[in-house]
T-cell receptor, first 115, second 111 residues
Framework: GAGVSQTPSNKVTEKGKYVELRCDPISGHTALYWYRQSLGQGPEFLIYFQGTGAADDSGLPNDRFFAVRPEGSVSTLKIQRTERGDSAVYLC?????????????FGPGTRLTVL | AQSVTQPDIHITVSEGASLELRCNYSYGATPYLFWYVQSPGQGLQLLLKYFSGDTLVQGIKGFEAEFKRSQSSFNLRKPSVHWSDAAEYFCAVAPDYKLSFGAGTTVTVRA
């Protein structure tokens, strides 16, 4: 079956611009996660959705970052007024439920470069 | 706060040789433990996980890991490495739904 997909695979933007990153989770997975992976680091948690609601957004670095999942499936991560420090690979994952013992399946990521 | 330490940034191993990747965690209780592999251009793939029970866990691609509570460690091993095992490996812990990753170990396999 189809795995988690993310679009675009690469995004280059200029400082100050607005970007949207999209995630299509595995069908039927109620839990969706966003992580950010900076160069040479492991992924860092950003936000967790259970269904349509953001159950935990404690990892979002500041109010320039926002994510939605309006119908409980596709999610969009939105970054306003991008900064060079936002350059990273943004990973999306989904799992059947939000229980810790459910495997999280990761997408290939979106590489964001802010010039 | 929990943390995960992978002491080795980069390991080079000959094809056919054994491999061991180290992982130490800091957490008040025993969290769920995971090893993921990331190949260039690919998403993270789960190799194995430990929740409870037998402390020696078998995973995919011939990997295994051993949980040692006394050392707060969850080291990954493979008896005989193949060239396709060249990748970056991440240890992760999860007290709940939130995965916390180490910085990763890059494995290079030489012929």
């Amino acid at each position: 079956g189809a795995g988690v997909s993310q679009t675009p695979s690469n995004k280059v933007t200029e400082k100050g611009k607005y970007v949207e990153l999209r995630c299509d989770p595995i069908s039927g997975h109620t839990a969706l996660y966003w992580y950010r992976q900076s160069l040479g680091q492991g992924p860092e948690f950003l936000i967790y959705f259970q269904g349509t609601g953001a159950a935990d957004d404690s990892g979002l670095p500041n109010d320039r970052f926002f994510a939605v999942r309006p119908e409980g499936s596709v999610s969009t991560l939105k970054i306003q007024r991008t900064e060079r420090g936002d350059s990273a690979v943004y990973l999306c994952a989904s799992s059947l439920t939000g229980l810790a013992n459910n495997e999280q399946f990761f997408g290939p990521g979106t590489r964001l470069t802010v010039l | 706060a929990q943390s995960v330490t992978q002491p080795d940034i980069h390991i080079t191993v000959s094809e056919g040789a054994s491999l061991e990747l180290r992982c130490n965690y800091s957490y008040g209780a025993t969290p769920y433990l995971f090893w993921y592999v990331q190949s260039p251009g690919q998403g993270l793939q789960l190799l194995l996980k430990y929740f409870s029970g037998d402390t020696l866990v078998q995973g995919i691609k011939g990997f295994e890991a051993e949980f040692k509570r006394s050392q707060s460690s969850f080291n990954l091993r493979k008896p005989s490495v193949h060239w396709s095992d060249a990748a970056e490996y991440f240890c992760a812990v999860a007290p709940d739904y939130k995965l916390s990753f180490g910085a990763g170990t890059t494995v290079t396999v030489r012929a």
